[in-house]
């Protein structure tokens, strides 16, 4: 763990710019809802780990839109990466406590590791006895699926 101040504005730039072909191609509207000068501490490699995957996972699901949100809230970051798809189905909805066995389902491809290793990344940043956690949830500003990663 190389746990540093970072720009968080920056750090989701950069994520971006990976996935920048990708959105393109599949005429996907994306939209970012973070400050210039939003700050924080994390680990800067694995937390572009985890938005890369949840980002993949948004534009495999998204009709034509995602938006990604990041606010300080309550102590902690909150990232989000919101879609305009059908949302998660009932067996997917997780808070970070809920076990990855519940999720996997080999038979649809889905084996839930993404979203295991994840959970993961958020747990190992800590502050005092405060953990990190990623939930996934139906709603957002589009109605459909939203990836939310809290640090502390």
Known sequence: ??????????????VLLQNQSIMEFKGIAL???????????????LVTGVLTNA????????????????????GYLELRIEDNGRGFPASMLISGADSVSKRSRFDSGS??????????VAHV???????????????GAYGGGCFVLRLP
């Open 1 to 14: 763990m190389d746990i540093a101040e970072q720009s968080v504005r920056h750090l989701i730039d950069d």
């Open 31 to 45: 939209t970012v809802d973070c400050d210039d000068d939003c700050q924080w501490y994390f680990d800067r490699d």
């Open 55 to 74: 980002l993949n996972n948004a534009y495999n699901y998204t009709h034509d839109k995602i938006r990604i949100v990041a606010r300080v809230d309550s």
């Open 111 to 120: 084996t839930g590791l993404g979203v295991y290793f994840s959970s993961q």
């Open 125 to 139: 940043h800590k502050n005092g006895n405060l953990h990190g956690t990623v939930t996934m949830e139906n709603g």
